[in-house]
Each structure stands twice: as C-alpha cells, then as structure tokens.
C-alpha cells in the first residue's frame, strides 16, 4: 500500500511532512479500499480513535490537527485536509471529519451517551489532542526544548514555533495541542520492552 505514496510528486510529499509508514490511516484506508472494497464504500467517516469515542459521545464527526497530522492525509504546512494529495491517491475526502482546534468545543453529550456514563446530557465535550501532544502539554513542554519519553517505546519531542519538515523524511512533524506551534517527533518501539526483556534475562529488578 505505501507505493501509491512513493509513486507521489515529491512536491506532495513535503506537504505531508512526514515519513512514510504503514501504521498511519492513509496506507489503512488505501489497503481497505483495496481488500475490502464494500467496507471503504459503505464508511460514511474515517476517523481516529479518540474521534470516533467523541462522535459517540456527541454524534459530531470531528478531529483536530494534531491528530490530523498523523494520517498522511493532511497537509501540515498549511494546516488543512491535503486535497490534492487525496485526489492523487484516489481516495475519499467525503468521509474525513471537519477540523476543530484541540482546544474548542467539539460537540455536546447527547441523552444517550449521558445515560451510559452517568453525565449530564448538553455538557460540553473538548476536541481534544493526539496522545503525544496532549503528553507534551501536560509535561508542560510549552517552548522549544527537547523532552525524551520512555515507555514501552520512546519518543524524542522538540517543538517546534514554524512547520519545519526533515528533508530527509527520518524524523516526524505534527501539529501540537497549541495554535501555531508544532512538534518533531522521533520514535522507536521497543525502548521500555527491550530494557524489560534485558532484566528478565538478566534476573535483575530494576533498582
């Protein structure tokens, strides 16, 4: 799925800003449409995780850039749905939620889903952040300085004040929680795993 992207202009490859990966929703929705057709015709949204809670939450179909910026749908320099990019891959636009900033009132909990949870129906719901940036502002990473995050993975943040991409497509640009600020992201999956699967060996505790 990810040769439609390397078959791209490089002119819109820059607008993504990202490396190509196969996790990211753009190559999803490419291999849904190719090995389960009727599904990616019949989807009315394509949304990420936390949207798709919220959408049940308030039945708006919502996202916000830094969750945005993520999918290798968006153009992150200008900071909109990358239209262009979608008509080359020929996929859907129609099914993507409309963007909000992370922190406006997506929507408000509607009678049901305050039945289930408890809560008072009309109560305001967030749009929220994608998990790193909502970490990097609650780490109070809130100017250009470097925050190392080690979990099961690791992640290396440095925020950024303009969209400033990697020419080289090693490192990632996203959108953060803030207005006009973003982030850049490198990232490997098995820090915390690695240094749990050397104490097992090793029969150590971690002290």
């Known amino acids: 799925m990810l040769n439609a992207y390397w078959d791209l202009d490089s002119t819109l490859l820059d607008q993504l800003a990202n490396p190509v990966t196969a996790e990211m929703a753009g190559a999803s929705l490419l291999w849904l449409r190719q090995f389960e057709p009727e599904v990616y015709a019949a989807a009315r ?9 919220r959408f049940r939450m308030t039945g708006e179909a919502v996202t916000d850039p830094s969750d945005a910026s993520g999918t290798l749908l968006y153009d992150v320099l200008t900071d909109d749905w990358a239209s262009n990019v979608l008509e080359a891959l020929e996929l859907r636009s129609n099914g993507l939620p409309r963007l909000v900033p992370s922190s406006s009132i997506a929507g408000y909990l509607t009678a049901d889903a305050a039945a289930c949870l408890g809560l008072s129906a009309g109560a305001p ?29 690791a992640q290396i943040v440095t925020l950024r ?35 749990e699967w050397v104490r097992g060996i090793l029969g150590s505790a971690y002290a």
């Open 125 to 153: 719901v967030v749009a929220g952040a994608g998990g790193t940036a909502a970490a990097a502002l609650g780490s109070g990473l809130l100017e250009p300085m470097v925050q190392l995050t080690v979990g099961s993975g």
């Open 45 to 53: 949204w394509m949304l990420q995780p936390k949207d798709w809670l």
């Open 161 to 195: 004040s303009h969209p400033t991409s990697d020419p080289h497509k090693q490192t990632h640009l996203y959108r953060s929680a803030l207005p006009q600020q973003w982030y850049t992201l490198a990232a490997m999956q098995n820090a915390g795993l690695a240094l």
